[in-house]
């Protein structure tokens, strides 16, 4: 689910990394070089060699991944959340590609939450429950809904339910914003504009790499030229990162400190500079317990410990717990299982219901679809198209997404 890639280094050199061939102590890479062409071609995997991880796509970084464990010839792959970060599209080449590898003879154990997945690649499906084995079904006899209701051990819908609201005020404004790239000497986002009302779900679909990221730390990142993180914490937005170990969370902190980081000063969790750790517990265990986050200790798990989904329920757990005026939520439901997406998509409408403002960054096609008001696709750093959800079909937002469509009104506005 995470990679472990060294960044400033080739593709090779990180397949090679460990198991070096070396003659008389001197590294021989032509010989490793043209295995792991042989492999990238065999398998449809298509990767550049010389390409360095750093500059290439999320979709080409699993895909080195995945030549790091055949270069090793193994015969047991371990897939553990693969297509958490991956777009649809990336999505579609994996499950190709992971196909390939069992035609060839390979065994692979696929985890995974995202049922269409396991509906569409897997043979056999074991499902784990709170830590507990629940049962192993043959996939031809099942459907989605037996292995959801067995995954969450109640039915699931797979709808969001949304009444029609007018949107409010404007809480977001932004006025022909441009991010610059750190990769390349293109912006990442091109004179951008749109705006974000009370009331309404925003949401910014595209296929990852195409300015989201950026625009996303434009705006969250506000004018920080003389305030304290402190300061910026009280401003009324919330955020939700796209990289919850590296801007959500500090690993070796507990779960309790990690869910008042941003409110440890305000009078309910302090007194004359020290913490109350009795009040810090209660709060803490009142979050876990309305959103479920599971962990082996409670409120004192260390973070690092727990599973990604956990982590992920935290960090929602503390941004929407804020009262924010705006919560900016970026890829909310990676790696949750299926009762989780569903309770957090309930949380995403009951902040708009309450006239709060969301903006959304999704690139889980059902989730934009189902649970945005309005739909702003991104492509090379521009807004091409503002779309409405109950009008436009998935293919056309596919067009969108891809480029190959453009909305006039969008680029004007």
């Known amino acids: 689910q995470h990679f472990k890639l060294v960044e400033c280094f080739s593709v090779l050199d990180n397949i090679i990394l460990g198991v070096e061939p070396n003659k008389m102590g001197f590294l021989q890479k032509q010989e490793a070089r043209k295995k792991v062409i042989d492999l990238s071609e065999k398998y449809g995997l298509h990767v550049d060699p010389d390409a360095i991880i750093e500059d290439i796509t999320v979709g080409m970084q699993q895909r080195t991944e995945i030549l790091k464990m055949l270069y090793r010839d193994n015969e ?28 060839e003879g390979k065994s692979i154990l696929f985890i ?12 056999r499906c074991t499902i784990l429950r709170k830590g507990k084995y629940i049962g192993t079904v043959d996939i031809a006899d099942t459907t989605k809904e037996e292995l959801s209701k067995m995954m969450v051990g109640r039915n699931v819908s797979f709808t969001v339910d949304k009444d029609e609201k007018e949107p409010g005020d404007t809480v977001l404004e932004v006025s ?37 990221t950026e625009l996303v730390q434009g705006l969250t990142g506000q004018d920080i030229t003389n305030a304290t993180i402190r300061e910026r914490s009280k401003h009324g937005m919330s955020h939700i990162p796209e990289d919850r170990h590296k801007h959500g969370l500090v690993l070796d902190y507990t779960l309790e400190q990690n869910l008042v980081l941003q ?14 750790s009795g009040e810090v517990r209660r709060y803490a265990q009142k979050l876990i317990e309305q959103y479920d986050v599971r962990s082996g200790q409670g409120p004192v798990t260390i973070v690092r410990s727990m599973s990604g989904g956990n982590q992920q329920k935290a960090i929602i757990a503390r941004e929407i717990d804020k009262d924010p005026e705006l919560l900016v939520a970026v890829q909310p439901t990676r790696g949750l299982d299926v009762g989780a997406i569903e309770y957090i998509h309930k949380q995403l409408v009951a902040q708009r219901d309450k006239g709060k403002a969301v903006l959304l960054v999704s690139l889980e096609l059902d989730e934009v679809m189902d649970v945005s008001d309005r739909i702003l696709v991104m492509y090379e750093g521009e807004i091409v198209g503002e779309l409405d959800p109950k009008k436009v079909t998935v293919e056309e937002l596919g067009l969108y997404m891809a480029g190959a469509k453009r909305d006039k009104v969008a680029k004007e506005a």
Not at 112 to 123: C, P, Q, R, S, Y
Not at 191 to 208: L, N
Not at 263 to 276: D, L, M, T, V
């Open 176 to 212: 022909h914003l441009t991010v610059a790239s750190r990769s390349h000497e293109n912006n990442a986002v091109r004179d951008v504009s749109f705006q974000v009302r009370r009331g309404e779900i925003v949401c910014i679909a595209g296929i990852d790499g195409n300015g989201q």
């Open 76 to 103: 047991v792959l371990i897939f553990d959340e693969p297509t958490a970060v991956l777009t649809p599209q990336e999505i579609e080449e994996l499950m190709k590609i992971m196909k390939n590898l069992a035609h």
């Open 263 to 276: 409110r440890y000063w305000q009078p309910q969790f302090e007194r004359a500079g020290f913490i109350k």
């Open 112 to 123: 995974t939450h995202k049922l269409n997945e396991i509906m569409e690649v897997a043979d």
